[in-house]
């Protein structure tokens, strides 16, 4: 069973940055889709950043291309989202997600929410103008 524990959010103005951390155990394959996914309140789970922990492919939503950057530990147990230049709109509950890739994702299956099925508990991103 995959356990995901997401660190590193907080509160930081417009233009800030800040490193998210996503310590995961329990794997039992060697490849997974690893992803960034984020909540505002009243609004849908949205995917941000994904990776495919085997080659390295990298995925984001068009909201954060150019400001956010996701990568692996060297460990590859340890999964990270740099935020850059962060807006009044990256505010929300920014979760952790992994699955077995049985599979070859496209870039909107692998931000796509239901294609997951290990979650973190979330760490909260606040951004103020």
């Known amino acids: 069973q995959v356990q995901l524990v997401e660190s590193g959010g907080g509160s930081v103005q417009a233009g800030g940055s800040l490193r998210l951390s996503c310590a995961a155990s329990?794997?039992?394959?060697?490849?997974?889709?690893m992803g960034w996914f984020r909540q505002a309140p009243g609004k849908e789970r949205e995917g941000v950043a994904a990776?495919?922990?085997?080659?390295?492919?990298?995925y984001y939503a068009d909201s954060v291309k150019g400001r956010f950057t996701i990568s692996q530990g060297n460990a590859k147990n340890t999964l990270y989202l740099q935020m850059n230049s962060l807006k009044p709109e990256d505010t929300a509950m920014y979760y952790c997600?992994?699955?077995?890739?049985?599979?070859?994702?496209?870039?909107?299956?692998?931000?796509?929410?239901?294609?997951?099925?290990?979650w973190g508990q979330g760490t909260q991103v606040t951004v103020s103008s």
């Open positions: 990776i495919h922990t085997g080659s390295g492919n990298t």
């Open positions: 997600a992994a699955v077995v890739a049985r599979k070859t994702m496209t870039a909107i299956q692998a931000l796509g929410v239901l294609e997951y099925n290990y």
């Open positions: 329990g794997y039992t394959y060697t490849r997974y889709y």
